[in-house]
């Protein structure tokens, strides 16, 4: 497992994949919409201005209501999913005006149908690639249908030194294949109420005796407890 922050993962998945659709799905849409212009015998620069600042325009307005419904994200802990979910009418804003595009285009079916595809493409590999490039491998390792996702992370800067908390409601059959993932191994029962840390307001581990799992692996060390429904994890670097 590699935790040293990186520029990536200074940034959350919604976070990159805003960035991605004002970026790339923005610049792939103005050019394919700008190639169905021109073979309609109009302005080439025309529909590359047109078709990217549409998209571009729905990617800001969803960028301002991501604000207004998460007013504190990423600050307060939220499910990304509900976040990223709000990158989709930038997707479905491209589908839109590729398909309008092409209905007097010659041979429009196949090529409007590789213009939307490609689009679609470019959304779902944006999708795959943005959380793996912001996920931590606490993060990663949760199965899918973890629920109610906190995560916290406290960096110290150009030193290694760094923290990571992360807690999530699983059953108790997906947190023992979660230490196994992470190859934890059984540590004892502790009393897991000292793990709390007043830098992470929400991070408070109920008072209990609770089995502990741990990996020290050089520098870095990782532990994990189940309690009341609930993963707790903490990684550290120092």
Request: charged letters at 20%; hydrophobic letters at 45%; glycine letters at 6%.
């Amino acid at each position: 497992m590699q935790f040293r922050d990186s520029t990536l993962k200074q940034m959350t998945w919604a976070q990159l994949m805003f960035f991605y659709c004002g970026v790339v799905v923005v610049s792939v849409t103005a050019l394919l919409f700008a190639r169905s212009r021109s073979r309609q015998k109009r302005s080439w620069w025309g529909g590359f201005l047109f078709g990217g600042i549409v998209t571009a325009g729905v990617c800001a307005l969803s960028m301002v209501l991501a604000r207004i419904l998460f007013p504190e994200y990423p600050v307060r802990p939220t499910d990304e999913r509900g976040a990223v979910a709000l990158t989709l009418p930038v997707a479905v804003t491209a589908l839109y005006l590729l398909k309008r595009s092409h209905l007097r285009a010659l041979d429009k079916t196949r090529r409007k149908s590789r213009a939307m595809w490609t689009v679609g493409g470019v959304y779902l590999a944006g999708l795959w690639l943005c959380y793996h490039a912001t996920v931590t491998p606490l993060r990663a390792a949760l199965p899918w249908g973890a629920s109610k996702i906190r995560e916290w992370t406290w960096n110290e800067g150009f030193l290694p030194d760094f923290t990571t908390f992360l807690s999530a409601r699983v059953s108790l059959v997906q947190f023992e294949e979660y230490v196994k993932r992470l190859k934890l191994e059984p540590a004892g029962v502790e009393d897991v109420s000292w793990w709390r840390d007043d830098r992470a307001m929400w991070w408070r581990v109920p008072k209990a005796q609770a089995p502990v799992y741990r990996l020290t692996n050089g520098d870095y060390t990782v532990e994990a407890t189940y309690v009341d429904g609930a993963i707790w994890v903490k990684a550290s670097e120092q």
